[in-house]
């Protein structure tokens, strides 16, 4: 079992950056693929970075250039910076891992969520 604890998220402005974190416990995170997803209010969960157990990283379109994936082993952490963020990225932020799948059909184990609001 990998549990997953995010944090990070909080209210900021539009244009502003916010990292996130996602801390895992229970199993080497090395061995898994890590990602992010997102569910703003009356929407489906969807899809906005994933990183391999390489490192090789993989992108919403409507992330592409504002956010980064990256993970640190050592530390048993993933990261998500958020640049340029704009309204339209407010939302609950969910980190997941998978020792199987990476990108969109990734999702094996999932962290509570953290709440980022972006003010317009």
């Known amino acids: 079992q990998v549990q997953l604890v995010e944090s990070g998220g909080g209210l900021v402005q539009a244009g502003g950056s916010l990292r996130l974190s996602c801390a895992a416990s229970?199993?080497?995170?090395?061995?898994?693929?890590m990602g992010w997803f997102r569910q703003a209010p009356g929407e489906e969960r969807e899809f906005v970075a994933a990183?391999?157990?390489?490192?090789?990283?993989y992108y919403a379109d409507s992330v592409k250039g504002r956010f980064t994936i990256s993970r640190d082993n050592a530390k048993n952490t993933g990261y998500l910076q958020m640049n340029s963020l704009k309204s339209e990225d407010t939302a609950v932020y969910y980190c997941?891992?998978?020792?199987?799948?990476?990108?969109?059909?990734?999702?094996?184990?999932w962290g509570q969520g953290t709440r980022v609001t972006v003010s317009s």
């Open positions: 997941a891992a998978d020792d199987r799948r990476v990108g969109e059909v990734m999702g094996q184990y």
């Open positions: 990183i391999s157990r390489s490192g090789v990283a």
């Open positions: 229970g199993r080497t995170i090395s061995t898994y693929a």
